[in-house]
Nanobody
Framework: QVQLVESGGGQVQAGGSLRLSCADS????????MGWYRQGPGKEREFVAA????????YYADSVKGRFTISRDNGKNTVYLQMNSLRPEDTAVYYC?????????????????WGQGTQVTVSS
């Protein structure tokens, strides 16, 4: 079982950068594929990025491709989301999620464990 805790959110001006972290206190992190989702004000939750258990595959939403980078350190039980060139439309609560089995996925129904979220606010 994974227990996910996100951190690293905050307020930044447009064009700035933030790095989100998601730490797992469980013992099986290395066997899970991981994903990042976000939910902006008045919007539905949307997929942002995903990474396979061994980092050999990554996938990004078109809206963040080239600006965001997902990575993981299985030794530290942590997945990261490096966000560069932030835009006001990136403002959202960001959630990390874990998928048992390790294969990369993008549908939120594929992910069985979720963190509590961290707020990212980008001002213009």
């Amino acid at each position: 079982q994974v227990q996910l805790v996100e951190s690293g959110g905050g307020q930044v001006q447009a064009g700035g950068s933030l790095r989100l972290s998601c730490a797992d206190s469980g013992r099986t992190f290395g066997s899970y594929a991981m994903g990042w989702y976000r939910q902006g004000p008045g919007k539905e939750r949307e997929f942002v990025a995903a990474i396979s258990w061994n980092s050999d595959a990554t996938y990004y939403a078109d809206s963040v491709k080239g600006r965001f980078t997902i990575s993981r350190d299985n030794g530290k039980n942590t997945v990261y989301l490096q966000m560069n060139s932030l835009r006001p439309e990136d403002t959202a609560v960001y959630y990390c999620a874990a998928r048992r089995g390790g294969g990369i996925a993008t549908r939120d129904s594929d992910f069985g464990s979720w963190g509590q979220g961290t707020q990212v606010t980008v001002s213009s």
